[in-house]
């Protein structure tokens, strides 16, 4: 790995570099990637495994055999699944990326009235367990939906929308990632430097121009972070093709594999595994593209010694159309989709949405709800296993990310390592860590802690894409005048990057904290008796309960969400400040 | 599995944490004498021997709320020095989950009950054969003539359809009239469950022989049925009720009931045959708690444990304990409709060749 010499242009740079190339690779490195090791090759050796072995009925391994990636690519609907799936998760990364942005600059760098809400609404959609989030939105587009209704009642004409379709899948998966783009977005804006905006404008460029040729392009790589993640999370995910594009006869390549996974009774997970080492493959390419994009760094780097205080521009009157904009955002990503489950919550069975509906709403569905069980025995175990898992991969990656980005010797390493774990599939992700957990000598097997380390596997590439897109901001001279006046590694990156980093950060605890907390198919099979967490309560209720307590569960989930958010949010914004 | 590979996995779990490897078993050499016995004692022993083990851990499919916490709840009152805990999973999860604990013999279960357990743990090779004198109240269609699951609960399929989208008079009566051009487009199935399209498909082969069978499905695809892909069947019903879908096929024939007395626009219709299947519970090979596990086993078979899964809105298998009256309407015999009951034993031998009759026509 190269240091390509258009990059030495700070000084004290070539001093750090220098320092940094002496030694081959660090020893920090090693620890770090022995980690990495430690928690992925075991679930990636299975996934290797079952890709590559027959499996018994009995769930072990027979023989050798290369049939799954035959099967995977001669599969009936491989070259239709293969074109929908690349339309999909283009669909919905572009409208994922798009609103997200166009969110996070007006709510970081206009005078925009309720801007703060922005940050919100990210929070409260995050809140929402996804598959009900995808219900949510079947419930107000489908043929019975409110939307459907209106336009026939508009129009006059019985053909409404279509939600089954690829556009549909796209709408709902893209919308859903808005939250993390958002927060990623706006963490990014908030740690720029606006001097050059300054400039552009100084120099008789109009506002709009100076973010779309300045602010924009110095976001590159935040926005190549996030179309990473969310392409990748298409060609993985499974709610959205299984509920909406299923209906609609549309396959994309999760539906086709899983449909293998239980076709002869028993499971099988052969093709599924398959398919996820050739995501690996895929996923190494883009991240080498990125690294390559990276080298670039310091046409990122925004952070610098100077202070700067961002640039709030004034948008005179027009303020009250981003405000519009805004709202407008905010309905739809939030407000709508929680609202038609508010409304499903109230109900004893759901008809769509009417006047006679509404006459029949009741609380029975909470008093269910709050009886013995179902809340309140899991929200502790609940609480710890998000909190923890934050905690842990927070830093962990803000670490790996920063070594990354300053090229320290073998640290690229640690990008492909803790990014992997995005393409298993969560439905084998589980069946592998229960292998490893229940083969494991240590009795870790049915804890709490088995579910806190899958779920920090699981949920490691959102936290470095996070970190890494927050590393790349920093300008290397501030470190290297640390270096010079002789601090050790530890507190530079304690006491420097760490305190610059912190807005990433915090948007980071936050996701994964969100996600880690909602994850159903993970802790299913890890947990042993009596230490259930929420989402298999929640997971019940989806697999047996009515549609209407499905509800209700989600409601006050996001309620105990938007808490919990809100009380850390109040807490860090403190020390955002004093950083 | 060979031994380079078994190396290189052990190799993993070593790089997770190393620790020496407790051994576990032992006392599975004297746990067959336990679950077959006969003896005139046998009460005794169980009741003596389960008291010394003190637990007993049970994984189910069943619903948490209604039926797995009050039934440990009963438990517990009656046997309380045997400490009860469960684990609830779908099928396919309680499956993956044992067949993990058999292979690495670190067996946490004692007892594992579902819809399906039966026929997908005897093909894995996970159950061992018990014996209980419970079974003697259930009728003889029921049993297993192994020995190796007992029956805990009955289901019975149907469709679901809206009553506000599908006129009195025009509610299809049989397979057949699922024919009819009108339904095109408008039928829908849950799609990638063992116990979804694959125990429809099934019970038309069995009752009408493979090649008319075939002949009516090359029909039935012409129908364009939509396939529902994730949720259960209840939540397909409930897209039935909010008038997504107009009708449903191979559902649980009680759930419209439910729906239907709170005033939902849904109700279900019985087809010659209707199919059946049972739940049905084993008892894992190497449990740690063989006469707790025998205890619970005839519990959950005993007319009180009965009562428990059918007060839950289950069909009991014994014949002396009676469904919810609400729900009688829809058993076969007293609809006066026949029967045809999917014994694991059947699916077993049915579901790989009706899942690609699906995948060749359906999907």
């Known amino acids: 790995m190269t240091v390509q010499s258009e990059a030495l242009t700070a000084p004290g740079m070539a001093n750090l570099t220098a320092m940094m190339r002496l030694r081959t690779v660090s020893p920090l490195v090693i620890v770090l990637a022995a980690i990495l090791l430690a928690l992925i090759v075991p679930p990636a050796l299975f996934l290797i495994d079952v890709s590559l072995h027959e499996t018994l009925p009995d769930g072990s391994f027979g023989a050798f055999t290369l049939r799954f990636y035959r099967a995977l690519f001669s599969e009936r609907l491989f070259v239709s699944s293969a074109v929908n799936t690349l339309l999909y998760a283009f669909g919905s990364a572009a409208i994922g990326i798009v609103i997200g942005t166009i969110q996070a600059l007006i709510a970081e760098r206009t005078n925009t009235p309720g801007r703060k809400l922005a940050f919100f609404a990210a929070v409260v959609s995050l809140g929402v367990p996804h598959i009900l989030y995808v219900v949510a939105w079947l419930l107000l587009l489908g043929r019975s939906g409110p939307v459907n209704d209106l336009i026939q009642l508009v129009l006059h004409s019985p053909q409404g929308i279509n939600v089954y379709s690829i556009w549909g899948m796209s709408l709902i998966e893209g919308v859903g990632f808005v939250p993390f783009t958002f927060l990623l977005m706006s963490a990014v804006l908030r740690a720029m430097d606006t001097s050059f905006e300054e400039a552009a404008i100084m120099a008789g460029a109009s506002p709009l121009r100076a973010f779309w040729t300045v602010t924009l392009r110095m976001a590159t790589p935040a926005v190549c972070a996030l179309a990473l993640l969310g392409f990748v999370r298409a060609f993985e995910s499974f709610e959205v093709p299984a509920l909406v594009g299923l209906a609609g006869n549309i396959n994309v390549l999760t539906t086709t594999i899983y449909q293998a996974v239980h076709r002869t009774g028993m499971a099988s997970y052969g093709e599924a595994g398959a398919y996820s080492i050739c995501l690996v493959g895929i996923v190494a390419l883009l991240l080498f593209w990125q690294n390559r994009l990276s080298r670039q760094a310091h046409k990122y780097q925004t952070i610098t010694g100077k202070s700067f205080r961002p640039r709030i521009l004034d948008l005179g009157p027009w303020r009250y159309l981003t405000a519009a904009v805004l709202t407008g955002l905010f309905l739809i990503v939030t407000i709508v989709p929680v609202a038609i489950l508010a409304f499903t919550s109230l109900q004893p069975f759901y008809e769509g949405v009417s006047f006679e509906a509404l006459g029949r709403s009741s609380l029975d569905n909470y008093r269910v709800l709050l009886g013995p069980g179902s809340f309140r025995d899991s929200i502790v175990n609940t609480l710890i296993l998000g909190a923890a898992t934050a905690t842990f991969v927070v830093p962990f990656t803000a670490l790996c990310a920063w070594l990354v980005v300053r090229r320290v010797p073998g640290a690229a390493l640690l990008d492909h390592l803790a990014t992997m774990p995005l393409v298993f599939p969560a439905l084998i992700l589980s069946v592998a860590f229960l292998d490893v957990f229940v083969n494991m000598p240590l009795p870790l097997y049915g804890t709490l802690i088995s579910v806190i380390i899958a779920s920090s596997v699981r949920y490691m590439p959102y936290g470095m894409r996070y970190a890494y897109s927050g590393a790349l901001q920093i300008h290397p001279d501030l470190e290297a005048a640390a270096t010079i006046a002789g601090a050790p590694r530890a507190a530079l990156f304690r006491r420097i990057v760490m305190p610059l980093l912190t807005a990433s950060l915090v948007s980071s605890w936050l996701v994964v904290f969100l996600l880690s907390v909602q994850v159903v198919a993970l802790p299913l099979l890890l947990v042993g008796p009596g230490s259930e967490v929420m989402a298999v309560t929640l997971f019940e209720l989806w697999q047996n309960g009515q549609v209407t307590e499905l509800a209700s569960m989600g409601v006050a989930w996001i309620a105990l969400m938007t808490v919990v958010s809100t009380v850390f949010h109040l807490l860090t914004r403190h020390q955002q400040l004093a950083a | ?363």
């Open chain 2, 1 to 363: 599995m060979n031994a380079a590979l078994a190396l290189t996995r052990r190799l993993g779990a070593v790089l997770f944490a190393a620790a020496a490897l407790t051994a576990t078993g032992g006392i599975a050499a004297s746990a067959e004498n336990i679950l077959l016995s006969h003896a005139p004692d046998r009460q005794q022993m169980i009741l003596e021997g389960a008291q010394r083990e003190g637990q007993v851990v049970l994984y189910s499919a069943a619903i948490v709320n209604q039926a797995l916490r009050p039934l440990t709840d009963a438990f517990m009152k009656k046997y309380p020095s045997v400490k009860m805990t469960y684990w609830r999973g779908d099928t396919e999860e309680i499956i993956d989950k044992l067949s993990a604990e058999e292979r690495a013999n670190n067996i946490v279960a004692d007892v594992a009950e579902g819809t399906g357990v039966g026929e997908l743990a005897v093909k894995a090779g996970l159950a061992q054969p018990y014996y209980t004198p419970l079974v003697e109240a259930m009728p003889e269609r029921y049993r297993d003539p192994n020995g190796l699951w007992t029956p805990t609960r009955l289901s019975y399929f149907s469709i679901a359809y809206n009553t506000k989208l599908v006129p009195p008079d025009q509610v299809p009566k049989s397979y057949d009239a699922l024919l009819d051009p009108r339904w095109q487009g408008k039928l829908a199935w849950r799609f990638g469950t063992a116990s979804g399209t694959p125990l429809f498909i099934t019970a038309i082969r069995i009752a009408r022989g493979d090649e008319k069978a075939a002949a009516y499905f090359q029909k039935l695809a012409a129908q364009k049925v939509i396939n529902f892909g994730a949720g259960s069947a209840r939540t397909l019903v409930d897209r039935v009720i909010a008038g997504e879908f107009p009708i449903a096929l191979n559902i649980f024939a009680h759930h419209p009931l439910i729906s239907k007395a709170k005033g939902a626009p849904v109700d279900s219709q019985l087809m010659d045959p209707v199919p059946s299947t049972a739940g049905t519970m084993v008892i894992p090979k190497g449990i740690r708690h063989p006469y707790a596990a025998i205890l619970l086993a005839d519990f959950i078979l005993s007319r009180e444990g009965q009562q428990i899964l059918a007060d839950a809105d289950y069909f009991p298998t014994r014949s002396d304990v009676a469904p919810k009256d609400a729900l009688a309407s829809i058993i076969p015999q007293r609809a006066g409709v026949p029967e045809l009951f999917l014994s694991p034993d059947l699916l077993n031998r049915y579901t790989e060749s009706s899942e690609k009759i699906i995948e060749k026509l359906f999907q």
